[in-house]
């Protein structure tokens, strides 16, 4: 493999140009495909890599479309298969440096996540994401005196935003930016060193449930946005002149938004809109891929959208970039396949010139090697200054001994701590000593002790900091000498160099049928008239065919064209009309003295994609003098200003204010009156509280006899509080009157 590999980038160490490499790969019948008894439509010569569709449309003895690609894949693929011959050489590059970059594209439903990500925890269906991981850091336990760093990020781009979906806050949304010296990156996006496979799982996962958090129905939502994974690779090496080279690798992995197109007719407004950025990545993409193919065009619309801007690398750049085209095998995606299929075609003749990223300025690995130096050098200087310097001068200082000096250093300072006590010991037993002394020299003892722990802890710390620094750099070569290990690289060396062959068949079979379909047979010479005519009648018929299958591909791609032309009639129908609205309102409620300020202010800001205003600038410079009021602004008689004096009129005030008297305001509130009790209550509650007459007996014969007595109450053990509430006992009832008087309230 590790040849093979070698042998491929010497051929790519030239800066040589490669063109992408487009796969395309065809799910199985679903269950209700099945169920439904639809027809499939596709046929794959594997062996070829071609791809057959019969005309569902035209009759049934249309020729059927065929298609050549690097190679297919048909419905009884493994992953695994797809990932060694097609994916692993491409990660294989990255671990060296290169740029790489794997886009599944295709309808929804046609297998893009499944190619991607597939079914984690089946070993059998895990897609090329998961292997990679697997790929990678098996490499790097494999591998010998290099380090690595592994970065990976996760975002998505939906309706032509960009969210980072590791991020802590899942309403940001992200900016794309541009630097002349590393291109076009996303500020902000949160990278995650990774450790091993397991961890970088987990980012993994972490990012998709946050993809799936806030779309209401998953399916549309990964339908319609674009998920990329990122993975940095960094590798530091030392060359044979024993100098140290950074190599930087980017791997996108890229499960495309699905390629239906997003009916745009009947919507309007934010619909619209919505439908029109939807696909707009897309479509630019596809725009992107055809200026690039055609050979004349001199602009790339790499800016139209966020995906061509942020892998514009990956189509006709520096990286080496593979496409795989999903589609689906029922006659009922027949005009979806075409269109995958076409598009796919198209994307075959891009070139890119990818090269191996060496030493670039941004490199990670550098800052991490650095600080690790320096961190080192901290850790050296703090323990090795009462110790002997032998080892400054072997340069290189290797890991083991570094290891035994820190060691060293911890024991010192435990050695310290330990006489530290002894000196305490013998200074507490000490009776020749003065307790004052004794204080003093215990006191001294204390700060020292602090201080011993100070340095204890800073050197605790430093080697923290080290050893996860140590942790993130990854180092292979400890098992390298692992029996089973090496046999089983043998054997994947094996595999990739029969599926290398593999491949070089299929490139050498579809060379000879290009050589076929040229002239070179109708030169060769004939024995017979009858010979000559047969051999003549059958390259005609081919030819024939292949005439035939031109011009109905002509009349498809004309009415393709025209369904277009139609969609973008009337995205540009709408837009006109919107514009004319807006025109209209601001010719007739904005200024014309306003309108010359805002357009003067406004300006596009090409990173964020959107018109800004500029912030107002005086013309003056400075700034710009209020207008005072003075007491002399208007001449003024002599007459006037003694009119004024005197307080008198107001005509001749040096102001024109007005002296009013205060308006009472009109009364806007109202008393609070309150709740209205409904007659029925309230005479409920006037019955109860009616004196009860029958509670007392009065004895009129008595009032005339004895006055003082005449009226008793009867009510039993209540007296006592009645008397509390101020009313007089019986006893008291004033003599003058004649008949008993009700209980009520008497005034004192
Ligand atoms: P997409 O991401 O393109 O919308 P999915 O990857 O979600 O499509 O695939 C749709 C369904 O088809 C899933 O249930 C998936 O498991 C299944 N599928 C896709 N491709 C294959 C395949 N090659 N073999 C088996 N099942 C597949
Ligand atoms: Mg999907």
């Known amino acids: 493999m590790l040849g093979m590999v070698q042998g491929a980038e010497a051929r790519m160490k030239g800066n040589e140009a490669e063109t992408v490499k487009v796969v395309v790969r065809c799910r199985p019948m679903n269950e209700q495909e099945t169920a439904n008894g639809y027809k499939r439509v596709v046929d794959m010569d594997v062996d070829r890599g071609v791809v057959e569709i019969s005309n569902v449309k035209g009759a049934e003895t249309d020729p059927k479309k065929t298609f050549t690609f690097d190679a297919v894949y048909d419905w009884n693929s493994k992953q695994l298969e797809l990932y060694d011959e097609t994916f692993r050489p491409l990660v294989d590059s990255v671990l060296n440096g290169f740029n790489g970059t794997i886009f599944a594209y295709g309808q929804t439903g046609t297998g893009k996540t499944y190619t991607m990500e597939g079914i984690r925890d089946d070993p059998e269906q895990r897609g090329v994401i998961p292997n990679s991981f697997e790929h990678i850091f098996n490499h790097i336990a494999r591998s010998s005196n290099q380090q690595y760093l592994i970065r990976s990020s996760y975002l998505e781009i939906y309706q032509e935003e960009i969210r980072d979906l590791l991020g802590k806050d899942q309403k940001k949304r992200l900016e794309l930016k541009e630097r002349p010296d590393t291109g ?178 941004d490199a990670i690995l550098r800052e991490y090697q650095q600080e690790l130096a320096r961190l080192k050098a901290q850790l050296t200087q703090r323990g090795g ?60 003892m204390k700060n020292k002790e602090a201080e011993i722990v100070a340095a204890k802890e800073a050197q605790e710390k430093l080697m923290g900091r080290i050893k996860t620094m140590e942790s993130k750099l990854l180092c292979g070569g400890k098992n390298i000498i692992d029996h089973t290990n090496e046999q089983q690289r043998a054997l994947e060396q094996r595999t990739q160099e029969l599926l290398e062959q593999k491949r070089r068949e299929r490139e050498m079979l579809q060379l000879l049928e290009k050589e076929e379909e040229s002239s070179c047979e109708i030169a060769s010479t004939f024995s017979s008239l009858q010979q000559e005519v047969e051999a003549k009648t059958r390259k005609l018929k081919k030819l024939f065919a292949k005439l035939q299958s031109v011009k109905q591909e002509m009349g498809d791609l004309h009415e393709e064209f025209c369904r277009d032309r139609v969609d973008l009639q009337h995205t540009q129908d709408v837009l006109t009309r919107e514009l004319k609205l807006k025109a209209l309102i601001i010719e007739n409620f904005i200024s014309p003295e306003e309108k010359r300020k805002i357009l003067s202010r406004a300006y596009f800001d090409e990173d964020e994609d959107v018109w800004k205003l500029r912030p107002v600038v005086r013309q003056t410079g400075g700034t710009l003098k209020r207008p005072v009021s003075s007491a002399s602004r208007r001449p003024t008689s002599e007459y006037a200003k003694m009119q004024a004096s005197l307080d008198h009129n107001p005509r001749y005030k040096g102001e024109n204010i007005m002296v009013v008297e205060l308006d009472p305001a009109v009364r806007t509130t109202r008393d609070w009156e309150g709740p209205v009790v409904a007659p029925r209550v309230a005479a409920a509650l006037e019955a109860a509280l009616m004196p009860i007459d029958d509670d007392l007996s009065i004895d009129a014969s008595l009032a005339t006899l004895n006055r003082s007595q005449a009226v008793r109450s009867t009510r039993k053990g209540k007296t006592k509080g009645k008397f509390k509430s101020g009313i007089r006992p019986p006893s008291q009832v004033p003599d003058s009157s004649l008949y008993p008087k009700s209980r009520g309230l008497v005034p004192k």
């Open 184 to 361: 076009v990156y996303v500020k902000d996006l949160q990278q995650f060193v990774c450790k091993s496979v397991n961890e970088i799982q987990h980012v993994m996962t972490v990012g998709n449930q946050n993809r799936a958090v806030g779309s209401t129905n998953m399916n549309v939502h990964s339908s319609r946005s674009h998920a990329i994974f990122i993975i940095t690779i960094e590798c530091s090496d030392v060359d044979e002149k024993g100098r140290g080279h950074i190599r930087v690798g980017k791997l996108n992995l890229v499960d495309l938004a699905g390629s239906e197109r997003q009916s745009k007719t009947g919507t309007v407004g934010d619909r619209l809109k919505e439908a029109t950025k939807i696909n707009l990545s897309l479509s630019a993409l596809g725009n992107v891929i055809s200026a690039l193919v055609d050979g004349k065009s001199t602009h790339i619309p790499y800016r139209d959208s966020k995906l061509t801007r942020l892998l514009q690398d990956s189509l006709g750049g520096n990286s080496k970039t593979i496409m795989v085209a999903n589609i689906g095998p029922a006659s009922y995606n027949y005009d979806e396949t075409i269109t995958t299929l076409r598009y796919a075609n198209r994307a075959k003749n891009i070139k890119n010139k990818p090269k191996i990223n060496e030493d670039p300025k």
């Open 385 to 444: 200054k009462k110790k002997k310097k032998k080892k400054q001068a072997e340069g290189d200082v290797d890991e083991a001994e570094e290891e035994e000096e820190s060691s060293v250093d911890m024991e010192t300072i435990l050695q310290q701590e330990k006489d530290l006590e002894d000196e305490r010991n013998r200074i507490q037993n000490d009776q020749h000593m003065i307790e004052e002394e004794k204080q003093q020299y215990l006191m001294d």
